[in-house]
Structures are given as structure tokens and as C-alpha cells.
């Protein structure tokens, strides 16, 4: 069984990029594109990893984070952030369950690293 991963990710351009590299490693791929989406989306798609952007429109990263870890279902799920913005990486730190932050853009083979660390591959 492939291992799901969510990408909440604004950009439509971005998600299809990480869609097209994460399939191609063997991943099967769900996405959202606001915060609002995001916590429905992974109640129904139950990823093994989500791929979380910080800038979104309705609930931010960090909002969407703070949920998920008060949520028995959603809390152990592992999370890469993902941001353009380097200094918001520190914003995290207090969440057990982020565990990897990509800088946009990115350098993919470090992407893919940290993708397939944080689900044990």
C-alpha cells in the first residue's frame, strides 16, 4: 500500500511540482489549498505525512499545527513545513510533530531527504 501524503500548499504551481516528484518516489498524493481544507482534508485522507505550507488563506501553518496536535487523531501524523520565509522555521519549534522545514525554493533532493526521513523510508 503506498503511503499518502496531504500537501497544503496555496500555490497551484508548487503542488503540482511536489505532486509530480512525491508520485514519481512512489507516493500517492492528496492536496488542499487553505487551512480552512486542511484539517476536513486529513480527517478523510488520514495521510501518513503532511506537507504544510506556513502563508495560508484562512488558518495558517502554525494555527493548523496547534490543531492537529490537540486532536488524538491527527496528533502523531508527522508535518514538514515548508515557507520562504527561513525565520518563521522557529515558530515550530514547540511541536513534536513537525519534524522537517524546507525553505522555499527548494532544493529537491533535500526535500525528498526529509520527505522520506520523516516517514521512516
Sequence with gaps: MKKRILIVEDEAS???????????????IHSCQTGRD???????????????????PG??????????GEDEALSS????????????????LPYPQVKGFCSKPFVLTEFIAKVKQALGD
Design 14 to 28: 508548487i503542488i503540482d511540482l511536489l505532486t509530480l516528484i512525491l508520485a514519481r518516489e512512489g507516493y500517492e
Design 38 to 56: 486542511a484539517i476536513a482534508t486529513m480527517k478523510k485522507v488520514h495521510p501518513h505525512l503532511v506537507i504544510l505550507d506556513v502563508m495560508l
Design 59 to 68: 488558518l495558517d501553518g502554525a494555527s493548523i499545527v496547534k490543531i492537529m
Design 77 to 92: 501524523t508527522p508535518v514538514i513545513v515548508t515557507s520562504a520565509l527561513v525565520e518563521s522555521e522557529k515558530m515550530f
